[in-house]
């Protein structure tokens, strides 16, 4: 995904997602633009939305059940996430989006994977980024993901991944990179001799993850928003300029190259804020660990940080004062770790002082997070194990990826073998 998290884009709520029928009928949304060729959206730069413009005109209400079809002739719609294996994996990382993958993994077609190729756009310890991708996919295992159910594999292990990039970078317009926020902030901090050309490139690396499986859904947060965006649109451009009957001419189905995704927008709560800072993500980058709870953290280690967190004076303590975000950020926290509704932590905690909170709070998390680091430690003491899980979950998502591949090869021209 904010770009830990599409590179996290996973993140939904804990109960079955919720789609309401204003999401079903934004997948038929066409711009009229796509009739040109060269169109660049011109509705990116209004009304001041992000400083690159890209506004998600859809949403998805949360609190309209319509159950996904589980009958044994329906097929399962398709969900794909990653997260980078770079830093620790932090309480963010696990409440925002892996802890949703075991309900996901229920209802849907689900792939989670190590998005290494993401990884190395910024300078990086090559070291390091074998080991840390393994650590990666025993804490997936470790929470719950069910290998029966879901493919686990590392991004770079599917070399469609990349080859799709190239195509569709061949389609995207510079100036759609250009406005992207991420770029413009880390290129004007770093300099532009010490960005590389991934740092602008990416967001179609992360497109290419996302259509190259044809995935009908997308989670994503507020501050993702943008990349879904440009995903979108690069899919219904290349179906634009490549699908269609022109695909049909050369041999091919015909129709849309690429199904387009729909985003599923996660409850509020779901976004794990800085113990450091309550208006600030809780970030692998943030430069002290002091600010996250790792999910391997020792029990020690987690008390000391719960206990070092940043308060407030006020007394009591309460959700949704925005005079108080971390008050609202702890509570949400604990709210989620102890399957507790916020009325029920409300009335808990409605009258507590910070040291009564504080020490419930921590033995919350060591109680939740204590069978995770148990299992992890079982899973990372067996490689051959994991090697075969990466392994199996590859060769079922090469099978998805490279006949998409296929047909994108073939609908843009290519002699192939």
């Known amino acids: ?15 079955s997602p919720r789609l309401s029928s204003s999401l079903r009928s934004f997948g038929g949304f066409r711009s009229k633009c796509l009739k040109r060729p060269g169109f660049v959206r011109q509705s990116r730069a209004i009304n001041g939305h992000n400083a690159a413009g890209f506004q998600c005109c859809c949403s998805v209400s949360l609190s309209q059940p319509v159950a996904p079809d589980t009958s044994p002739s329906s097929v399962r719609k398709r969900i794909v996430s990653g997260v980078q294996p770079t830093g620790a994996i932090h309480l963010g990382n696990y409440l925002g989006a892996i802890k949703n993958w075991i309900a996901l993994q229920n209802l849907y077609d689900t792939l989670f994977f190590i998005v290494d190729l993401h990884a190395i756009t910024l300078p990086y310890d090559t070291q390091q980024l074998s080991k840390a991708s393994r650590n990666t996919a025993a804490i997936y295992l470790a929470c719950g993901v069910d ?44 300099g532009d001799e010490n960005v590389g050309v991934a740092l602008l490139t990416y967001p179609v690396l992360m497109a290419s993850d996302i259509l190259l499986y044809q995935s009908d859904f997308v989670p994503v947060g507020e501050d993702q928003k943008q990349h879904l965006e440009l995903t979108r649109e690069l899919a219904e451009r290349v179906n634009y300029l490549y699908g ?10 015909g129709g849309p190259i690429f199904k387009v995704p729909e985003p599923l927008i996660p409850p509020a709560g779901a976004r794990v804020m800085s113990l450091t800072d309550g208006l600030s993500k809780m970030s692998k980058s943030a ?5 996250r709870i790792n999910l391997l953290d020792p029990k020690d280690v987690i008390a000391n940080k719960i206990k070092r967190c940043k308060t407030d004076s006020f007394p009591g303590l309460e959700f949704d004062n925005p005079e108080r975000p971390e008050c609202n950020n702890l509570l949400s926290v604990y709210q989620i770790i102890s399957s507790k509704t916020k009325e ?9 002082n910070w040291g009564t909170f504080k020490i419930l709070l921590t033995d919350a998390l060591v109680d939740h997070l204590h069978p995770i680091q148990v299992r992890y430690e079982e899973i990372i003491a067996d490689p051959a194990y994991l090697d075969g899980v990466l392994a199996e979950g590859a060769t079922k998502a090469a099978a998805i990826a490279d006949a998409t591949l296929e047909n994108v090869y073939q609908a843009m021209g290519f002699l192939r073998r």
């Open 1 to 15: 995904m904010g770009r830990a998290a599409l590179s996290q884009f996973l993140i939904l709520s804990n109960s």
């Open 147 to 190: 290998t029966s159910k879901a493919s686990v594999f590392v991004q770079s292990h599917v070399r469609a991944h990349v080859e799709l990039m190239w195509l569709l970078s061949c389609a995207t317009p510079i100036g759609w990179l250009n406005r992207m926020i991420q770029f413009k902030e880390k290129s004007r901090k770093a």
């Open 244 to 253: 269609g009957r022109k695909w049909k001419k050369l041999g091919g189905r």
């Open 287 to 291: 430069p002290s660990d002091q600010s």
């Open 344 to 352: 029920e932590v409300a009335q808990e905690c409605q009258d507590m």
